[in-house]
């Protein structure tokens, strides 16, 4: 099956929170519920469901991750993860960030919380085994201005065309990676809540600090992965999201679909 990395990237880095509009034009607290699928070779592994609430600039996004198809035959996995923050006039501004989920009957916990524009802690359950000589390890540098991978989804652009000429400094509690975009095309979408003009971005994966060298699956990902995401506008709030994203792993294609996004009545 395909890696846990890429997994994990296409459920947290790529999926959430597809199409979340920018609070600061709200004059009321507004909320989003979506429906998402995961495929792989185009069989379903995995499907979300997000909830969005957005309070003034605040943001609270909460959602659920379940094993579908033939991801419950090879590893079923459930969790659910929570993310809090404020949007600036730079992009969103993370206060914390909790993914609990289990897998193969093995509980896992990531919890991170943020502090004047950096990572202020972080708790990983079961705790990561002793690291090797090959282990990139973490400092505190690496930690300034990055943001969890909810966070890292939330674009701020005065124009479609500015959305992808950028680097998203993401964290994940364990990887902190440079997730670097650049222009691809641009094209129209239509889903159930959304209809309009798209830009996708080609996504190059580098990874910085947290990370064991030579791991295949994460050199493919730096060095051959081919990593799209296409992102949508919101009304005329200036932010962009994605909406769909493909992920080239070593055996096959991950592909994240948004198929309903909707006001919450």
């Not at 996004?61 to 404020?86: H, K, P, Q, Y």
């Not at 300034?144 to 701020?156: E, L």
């Amino acid at each position: 099956m395909t890696s846990p990395l890429s997994l994990r990237l296409a459920v947290t880095a790529l999926l959430l929170p597809a199409l979340a509009p920018s609070a600061a034009t709200a004059a009321s607290p507004q909320t989003f519920n979506g429906d998402y699928s995961i495929t792989y070779l185009g069989l379903p592994v995995a499907r979300a469901a997000i909830r969005s609430v957005y309070d003034g600039r605040d943001y609270n996004i909460s959602g659920s991750v379940n094993s579908a198809g033939l991801g419950r035959i090879f590893d079923d996995t459930r969790g659910s993860l929570t993310a809090t923050g404020r949007i600036t006039a730079n992009g969103p501004s993370p206060r914390a960030f909790r993914a609990e989920y289990v897998s193969a009957r093995k509980p896992s916990l990531v919890d991170i919380s943020f502090a004047d524009g950096a990572v202020a802690s972080t708790e990983i359950k079961p705790k990561p085994k002793k690291r090797g000589k090959d282990w990139v390890a973490l400092d505190k540098g690496h930690l300034r201005q990055a943001i969890d991978p909810i966070a890292s989804t939330m674009v701020r652009a005065d124009t479609i065309d500015q959305v992808c000429g950028r680097t998203v400094k993401m964290y994940d509690g364990e990887i902190r990676a440079d997730l670097r975009l650049s222009f691809a095309s641009k094209g129209d979408i239509s889903v159930k809540g959304y209809k309009g003009p798209t830009v996708t971005c080609r996504m190059n994966f580098q990874p910085v600090a947290g990370y064991r060298q030579g791991k295949k699956s994460l050199d493919y990902l730096k060095n051959r992965s081919r990593i799209m995401v296409t992102f949508a506008p919101v009304g005329e709030t200036g932010v962009y999201a994605p909406i769909y994203a493909t992920i080239g792993t070593q055996i096959g294609t991950i592909t994240v679909r948004a198929h309903r996004f909707e006001t919450a009545k």
